[in-house]
């Protein structure tokens, strides 16, 4: 029987960081022993964000790497730019054509760089939507694992694929289900916040010991004083150190807040012991293959060759139906 399929995407926008991970990557590491997966990083995606070629490819460098050091296998998994598909951005425009500005103007990205004010939103930052739905619907997946903040994404790729089925009567697009495991939809960041490149509030998984303890002592904590009992739960450091603890090590922690005489110098301490530990050999990997640099391109490179297959295949249904070819 043929293996059922997953497909996710990621921007190299920034340094990958425990939001991606728990919310995102770990999921994908771990569906490829049971899925036929696709890993995309999401160059195209990218440009709305970064423009400075340097920046461009060490960000993507960096999260392919990042990927490879933490478990994912290039002989079971697909690895690959989205630029090196030109049938993404293909698509995109037939997608364009049917989808309304109504439509798009849903989009929580859209209503917040609006909201926020932003002079200069463009075009493609309005037509993100339509090009995330691309990525998913040439790879036909099952499911799409992602963090909570993209399931309106999904949800809008299965309407595109709906409404180009209906329009052109046929089943080209198969509707895909998003992945999204409850107890880390949404990873906080130092400030409280969801966790993001874009906010600056990261914690990123394979930064410099230094760097690393430094974000960890920037977690904002309220003003209790170190004697009196505190409450964990409304506690970023808490949050994250729930992500790593076994849950007599969570019982204990917990104690600590409630009994008081523990400060919240002492949860960051224990939670970057608690990071150090748990990333320790991806870390080891992740110094080792850095300097593998032809190995990484290798991987992207054949990545993309087995991803241009499956998307040209799909893209050539879908041209059928309209008339092209
Ligand atoms: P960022 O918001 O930092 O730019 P991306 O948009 O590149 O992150 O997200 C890549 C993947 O990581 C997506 O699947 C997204 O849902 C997930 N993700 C990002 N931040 C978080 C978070 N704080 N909590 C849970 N998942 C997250
Ligand atoms: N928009 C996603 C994010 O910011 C990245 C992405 C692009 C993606 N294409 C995708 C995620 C396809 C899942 C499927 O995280």
């Known amino acids: 029987m043929e293996r059922k399929r997953i497909l996710s995407g990621v921007q190299p926008s920034g340094k990958p960081h425990l939001g991606n991970y728990f919310g995102a990557f770990r999921q994908h590491i771990a569906l490829q022993q049971e899925y036929e997966t696709f890993i995309m990083i999401a160059d195209l995606h990218a440009l709305t964000t970064i423009r400075d070629a340097e920046l461009m490819r060490s960000l993507t460098f960096e999260l ?18 989205q630029s090196e598909v030109p049938e993404h951005a293909e698509l995109c425009w037939i997608f364009d054509c049917i989808t309304t500005m109504p439509f798009l103007q849903r989009a929580h ?29 040439l790879y036909k997946p099952s499911l799409v ?14 309407d595109i694929a709906q409404n180009f089925n209906n329009i052109f009567k046929c089943k080209v697009f198969k509707i895909p289900d998003p992945y999204i495991p409850k107890e880390v939809a949404i990873v906080p960041g130092t400030d409280g916040q969801k966790m993001s490149k874009s906010y600056g509030n990261t914690i990123d998984i ?7 303890k430094k974000q960890v002592m920037s977690i904002v904590t309220s003003s209790v004083p170190l004697q009196y009992p505190k409450d964990p739960n409304s506690c970023n450091v808490f949050n994250l150190y729930k992500l790593f603890a076994n849950p007599e090590e969570l019982k204990k922690m917990e104690n600590n807040y409630i009994k008081g005489g523990f400060g ?7 939670l970057l012991a608690k990071i150090l ?23 992207l490179s054949e990545g993309g060759k087995k991803a241009k297959k499956v998307a040209s295949a799909t893209l050539n249904e879908a041209k059928k139906k309209i008339g092209y070819i």
């Open 64 to 81: 392919a790497l990042t990927y490879l050091a933490l478990g994912l296998d290039p002989e079971k998994t697909v690895l690959f730019k």
């Open 109 to 137: 990205a859209w209503k917040d760089a609006q909201t926020k004010g932003k002079k200069e939103i463009t075009v493609g930052l309005f037509n993100y939507p339509i090009l995330q739905a691309c990525d998913i619907l």
């Open 145 to 158: 694992p992602v963090g909570q903040d993209q399931k309106q994404h999904v949800e809008m790729c299965r």
């Open 206 to 212: 394979f930064a410099d010991e230094a760097d690393l």
């Open 264 to 270: 919240y110098g002492d949860a960051k301490k224990a």
């Open 277 to 299: 530990e748990y990333f320790k050999e991806a870390r080891e990997k992740y110094l080792k293959l850095k300097n593998q640099k032809a190995f990484i391109y290798e991987v």
